[in-house]
């Protein structure tokens, strides 16, 4: 399977893939001090537009990121604002083009303690940036505590120091900034959550590296968005059947779970949703909304027979057990393109492998962390890491579910989504995501598009809507966003 990641500038590089772009554009005869000059400026630019008025702090840190923190203090004296530069460890020992742009700073230069915030009203974070190496202590630990009781509005130059670049873990602590100002393209940790909330305002400053450094470094993963994916087109000639039939299996007890489900599949454009229903709970699903066909799920390979149903999901309060287990074998069986949600996922705890045999990349398994577990175990790592190494070990894609949505390809591409909104967090909005899927699925969308394209229809549709925001709201919210791409009977 292709897996196409559009250049939408929305590429993130992890640590030593950004190194790799420097290197790749000082080979290409970019001098590394004009590429500093240039982070330097877009922190000056930042800090004017952001910080108060008044006197700054700017700490600069024993690296690279302390040379981005001389440049940006250069820039706002010529400007004439008031700034107290202070660096950690002794100006001799900088290197490089830290050295030369702290040579370029003709101003004093006090050593780090957190009295250099004293009369300051804001402060400029040069400490580290991607080369962070262990968590802050000392000197720099005592700076950042001081900056977070003085309540200092903070600039954070590459990320806020003590932010992983590649896992958004904080080590040690790390200060909470108004805005972080990065190079090229983000780096995990600004997309990952603890980092993603410690950074503030995002902004991805071009500093002269030539994008064509991509082309040799071939990022596989990227910011979920619209150029990451097309919704399906809606054909002239179209009729319900061409649009995909949804089937959704539905528990006995839980009902609410799969009706939430077929309504967001339908509202994304399925031209047809069923709902499988154990025969006790036939009424309950019936009584439901009218334009969901119904069906018995027992015996559930007879509904399996019909081709037509070409996208399946299964799990949303379908009830664990073996029951459900044997069902999702079944629907694996077929080999049409599945969604395994919530309680499908529950139940292979404890014998996934008996599940991952039957995987392919045609399925996409959408667990919370709780989920995820059951499922895979305890993991180490980020989230990202985690989802992508459980998408490689189950041979799926993986949707893992949160603030920070992972979607990973077995293959190796993935996205993070890092616009959803905190409201989001509200029963039944998971059943909702797994139906807008399904949905996409059965319009014949690829699964790892279609997973990026409902965590995003879903989280726009939230941000839409707004606070107050219950799972219902969600299905309701899908057609404004999807009249924003209006349907021309000429395209
Ligand atoms: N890539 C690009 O395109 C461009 C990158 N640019 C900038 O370069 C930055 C990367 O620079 P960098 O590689 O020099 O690393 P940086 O973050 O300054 O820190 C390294 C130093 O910190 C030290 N150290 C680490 N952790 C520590 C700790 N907890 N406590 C104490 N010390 C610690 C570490 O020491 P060591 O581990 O070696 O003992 C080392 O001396 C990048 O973030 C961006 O701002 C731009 O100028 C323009 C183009
Ligand atoms: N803090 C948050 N910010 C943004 N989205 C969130 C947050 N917490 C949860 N979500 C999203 O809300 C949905 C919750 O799904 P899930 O946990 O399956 O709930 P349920 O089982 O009640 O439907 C997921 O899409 C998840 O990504
Ligand atoms: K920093």
């Known amino acids: 399977m292709r897996i196409t990641l559009l250049r939408m500038n929305q590429e993130i590089l992890s640590v030593e893939q950004m190194y790799r772009a ?9 001098a590394g001090a004009r590429l500093m ?5 877009a922190v000056a630019r930042a800090a004017r537009r952001l910080l108060p008025k008044g006197r700054i702090a700017i700490l600069c840190g024993p690296g690279n990121n302390g040379g981005d923190g001389f440049v940006a203090a250069r820039l706002l004296a010529r400007d004439g604002w008031s700034v107290r530069v202070a660096l950690l460890g002794a100006v001799e020992r900088l290197k490089g083009d830290a050295a030369i742009m702290a040579g370029r700073w003709t101003g004093r230069v006090e050593p780090l303690t957190p009295d250099a915030l004293h009369g300051c009203v804001g402060v400029i974070d040069a400490l580290f940036g991607a080369g962070l190496a262990r968590p802050l202590e000392g000197a720099a630990k005592a700076v950042v505590e001081e900056i977070g009781r003085l309540r200092l509005p903070v600039i954070a130059v590459d990320v806020p120091s003590g932010v992983h670049g590649d896992s958004g873990a904080v080590l040690g602590l790390a200060p909470d900034c108004l805005a972080t100002v990065t190079f090229f393209r983000p780096k995990p940790g600004h997309c990952l959550l603890p980092g993603r909330l410690k950074c503030g305002e995002l902004v991805v400053a071009d500093i002269g590296i030539p994008a064509a450094v991509l082309d040799e470094i071939a990022p596989d993963l990227c910011r979920n968005g619209p150029g990451v994916w097309a919704l399906p087109e809606i054909k002239a000639e179209g009729h319900k059947y061409s649009r995909g039939h949804v089937l959704i299996l539905g528990g006995a007890e839980m009902t609410g779970a799969a009706r939430l489900a077929a309504r967001a599949a339908r509202r994304v454009g399925a031209g047809l949703v069923s709902i499988a229903a154990p025969p006790e709970a036939l009424g309950v699903y019936r009584a439901g909304d009218p334009g969901v066909l119904v069906a018995s799920s027992e015996p559930f390979a007879d509904l399996l027979e019909d081709g037509r149903r070409n996208a399946l999901l299964l799990g949303p309060g379908g009830g664990v057990g073996e029951a459900l287990a044997g069902k999702v074998l079944a629907a694996l069986g077929t080999g049409r393109p599945c969604v395994l949600d919530a309680d499908a996922l529950s139940s292979f705890e404890g014998r996934s492998a008996d599940l991952f045999r039957h995987l392919s990349d045609r399925v996409v398994l959408t667990p919370h962390d709780g989920e ?30 949160g603030a920070d949505t992972v979607v990973a390809h077995p293959k190796g591409g993935a996205t993070i989504t890092t616009d959803a909104p905190p409201w989001l967090a509200t029963a039944g909005s998971g059943d909702v995501l797994a139906g807008l899927l399904a949905g996409l699925l059965a319009q014949g969308m690829e699964p790892f598009e279609a997973a990026c394209a409902a965590v995003w229809l879903h989280g726009r549709a939230a941000a839409e809507f707004g606070p107050g925001l219950i799972a219902e709201d969600l299905s309701e919210a899908i057609p404004a966003i999807l009249a924003e791409r209006r349907w021309d009977p000429h395209d």
């Open 22 to 30: 420097d290197a790749l554009a000082l080979a290409a005869g970019i």
């Open 37 to 41: 000059e240039a982070a330097g400026w």
């Open 372 to 401: 995820f577990r059951r499922l895979f175990g305890e993991m180490p790592g980020s989230r990202l890491e985690r989802a992508r190494h459980a998408a490689r070990l189950s041979g799926a894609i993986v949707l893992l579910k």
